[in-house]
């Protein structure tokens, strides 16, 4: 069994991994031809991205390691 301050810094370890983790907003959608994109906020720079790349990137990877390019706006 572990020890309260075993428990305590699993706590605190978790914590930190959350708060260095990037958030990822969706701040549109598009279905289109029977596929999805959407534009994410990542760090203050948006992206288009598909479904596949946007759970990527809430698994915690960077749009730099998914070599992803800001979106255009029009």
């Known amino acids: ?6 428990r305590e810094n ?5 914590v930190k991994t959350a708060l260095e983790r990037h958030k ?6 598009r279905f289109s031809g029977g596929t999805y994109s959407a534009r994410v906020l990542v760090d203050g720079e948006a992206y288009w991205v598909d479904e596949f790349r946007l759970s990527q990137l ?3 990877l960077t749009p730099a390691e998914l070599e992803l ?4 706006d029009d």
């Open 24 to 29: 990822v907003y969706v701040t549109a959608q």
């Open 69 to 72: 390019t800001p979106a255009i």
């Open 1 to 6: 069994m572990a020890s309260p301050v075993a």
């Open 10 to 14: 699993s706590r605190r370890a978790a």
């Open 58 to 60: 809430r698994q915690g």
